[in-house]
């Protein structure tokens, strides 16, 4: 995707009932009524290739999606030493409505895996506002034999929620990670982990949750 694209719109997907807990239904609210927009500053990755990743947001304002379509590690057979790891770093900056913050509540990973008898793979994020002190890393292991699709979600507890500051523009970084070992499978045997998919994109999908600035 080039830098400074601008998306908005398409409903792609909707916030699920079971992202926040119960105890939050009080300080929660609804989304904003005006559209959200995601500006891409800049997407740097040996697992996202300019012009194999889109960002777009769904039409209530209550979920955007990452779509990658070259995001692929792998070992073994004639495998290039340096896809094991494939990794790609999103900076986003996010217009909201005046009087509102956001937070991600959850995240939903999905692609396909082909681990030989022996091999591991992991699926690794992290989220953090431009300037904060600390990164969470988020693990999802998987052990051969594999064949299949796989699915990988990342949920936080509305008490544990990380909010965007109130009136200050702070860029939101996504960084995600594929990595694969071929551990004691046989190294001729190709094992592979995608965040793509043969016929159509996959797309990753993060629930934003939503609520009022305090009053000045």
């Known amino acids: 995707m080039a830098r400074g694209l ?5 409903a792609l ?11 939050a239904a009080d300080p929660f609210d609804d989304p904003p009524p005006d559209k959200i927009i995601i500006k891409v500053a800049t997407v740097n990755g040996s697992g ?10 769904s039409e209530d304002n209550t979920a955007f999606t990452v779509t990658y379509s070259d995001y692929l590690a792998q070992v073994g057979g004639n495998s290039d030493p340096t896809a094991f790891r494939k990794n790609c770093q999103l900076n986003l900056v996010v217009h909201v409505p005046q009087g509102f913050t956001y ?3 959850s995240a939903d990973y999905r692609g396909f895996a082909s681990l030989q008898s022996g ?10 506002f431009q300037g904060s002190p ?8 998987f052990s051969g034999p594999l064949n ?13 929620l990380v909010w965007a500051p109130c009136g200050v523009q702070r860029n939101f970084n996504i960084n995600t990670e594929l990595r694969v070992s071929a551990g004691s499978s046989s190294p001729d045997k190709v094992s592979f982990m995608t965040m793509d998919s ?6 990753t999908v993060y629930h934003i949750a939503w609520k009022e600035c305090p009053s000045a």
């Open 134 to 141: 600390q990164t969470a890393y988020r693990n999802h292991p």
């Open 148 to 160: 299949d699709n796989w699915q990988a979600t990342d949920s936080t507890d509305w008490a544990q």
């Open 6 to 10: 601008l998306l908005s719109g398409a």
């Open 119 to 128: 091999a591991s793979a992991m699926q690794r994020a992290s989220y953090y």
């Open 13 to 23: 997907a909707a916030l699920v009932a079971t992202a926040l807990p119960a105890e």
């Open 103 to 105: 937070a991600i509540a």
């Open 48 to 57: 996202c290739p300019q012009g194999t990743t889109a960002v777009a947001v």
């Open 198 to 203: 043969t016929d159509g994109d996959i797309s």
